[in-house]
T-cell receptor, first 115, second 114 residues
Framework: KAGVTQTPRYLIKTRGQQVTLSCSPI?????VSWYQQTPGQGLQFLFE???????NKGNFPGRFSGRQFSNSRSEMNVSTLELGDSALYLC??????????????FGDGTRLSIL | QQQVKQSPQSLIVQKGGISIINCAYE??????FPWYQQFPGKGPALLIA?????SEKKEGRFTISFNKSAKQFSLHIMDSQPGDSATYFC?????????????FGSGTQLTVLP
């Protein structure tokens, strides 16, 4: 079974640009979450999507947005990039359950560098 | 109240020794506690997880100990090997409402010397 696939693996952008990152979850997983990982702030939750709807959102500015498609694939977008947005962006998928937390499985991330 | 505190920040252990990483939480709504292992250039990989209805869970050389009253949990790696050298993250989440977000500890960089 293929794992979580994130593309691209590396991106270099300049301040003020926007970027779109892609995530394909494990087959059968309908919940997709995004996290930002930086040396200073660690791993921080961005948002979670389920059935094409954002179900939960972390404490990030509106420049960070996402969406989920009917096949559960997800994209996140960051507009007006700032130097501080340089980070590893991780996607995680899980088989959803209303009653119990299910394990989240991570992709290898997209390394975004802002010049 | 959402924070998960992890210690130590770094840990050096001899091959064959026991590695112990500790985490503490405040939010009593947390009911799922996974541990992740991350190698450089890779995403976090789920190692082992526990729910608060058990006090200990063991999978191979990895054991989670959970103390609900103290709101603490720890990872023990027995017979540590150089291949275990990685960064370890504890995490916690709650089933209440629609929340599925993981709140992570700050990570422990483990080095196992040969």
């Amino acid at each position: 079974k293929a794992g979580v696939t994130q593309t691209p693996r590396y991106l270099i952008k300049t301040r003020g640009q926007q970027v779109t990152l892609s995530c394909s979850p494990i087959s059968g997983h309908r919940s997709v979450s995004w996290y930002q990982q930086t040396p200073g702030q660690g791993l921080q939750f961005l948002f979670e999507y389920f059935s094409e709807t954002q179900r939960n959102k972390g404490n990030f500015p509106g420049r960070f947005s996402g969406r989920q498609f009917s096949n559960s694939r997800s994209e996140m977008n960051v507009s007006t990039l700032e130097l501080g947005d340089s980070a590893l962006y991780l996607c995680a998928s899980s088989w959803d359950s209303d009653s119990r937390n299910q394990p989240q499985h991570f992709g290898d991330g997209t390394r975004l560098s802002i010049l | 109240q959402q924070q998960v505190k992890q210690s130590p920040q770094s840990l050096i252990v001899q091959k064959g020794g026991i590695s112990i990483i500790n985490c503490a939480y405040e939010n009593t709504a947390f009911d799922y506690f996974p541990w992740y292992q991350q190698f450089p250039g890779k995403g976090p990989a789920l190692l082992i997880a526990i729910r608060p209805d058990v006090s200990e869970k063991k999978e191979g050389r990895f054991t989670i100990s959970f103390n609900k009253s103290a709101k603490q949990f720890s990872l023990h790696i027995m017979d540590s090997q150089p291949g275990d050298s990685a960064t370890y993250f504890c995490a916690a989440s709650s089933t209440s409402g629609s929340a599925r977000q993981l709140t992570f500890g700050s990570g422990t960089q483990l080095t196992v010397l040969p």
